[in-house]
């Protein structure tokens, strides 16, 4: 992924450090309310993949009910 300049994504991991608009490989935009993932969570181990899959949850969880969009 990349960030194209428009709406209010932000790349939260990529691929490369020195590249933080372009590689990215998890993203969350719509004022934190999704969360965008392009690896196969199928290529880690179920339990990395558990926390990980809790922590994209209640963020947008929390993003939701504390009222700011």
Request: charged share 20%.
């Amino acid at each position: 992924m990349y960030l194209s300049g428009e709406g209010d994504a932000v790349l939260l991991v990529g691929r490369k450090i020195d590249k933080p608009d372009r590689h990215g490989a998890v993203a969350v935009c719509m004022g934190g309310q999704l969360t965008l993932q392009t690896f196969s969570s199928h290529n880690y181990p179920r339990e990395t993949m558990h926390e990980i899959w809790q922590n994209y949850i209640y963020n947008a969880l929390k993003v939701r009910y504390s009222g700011k969009r």
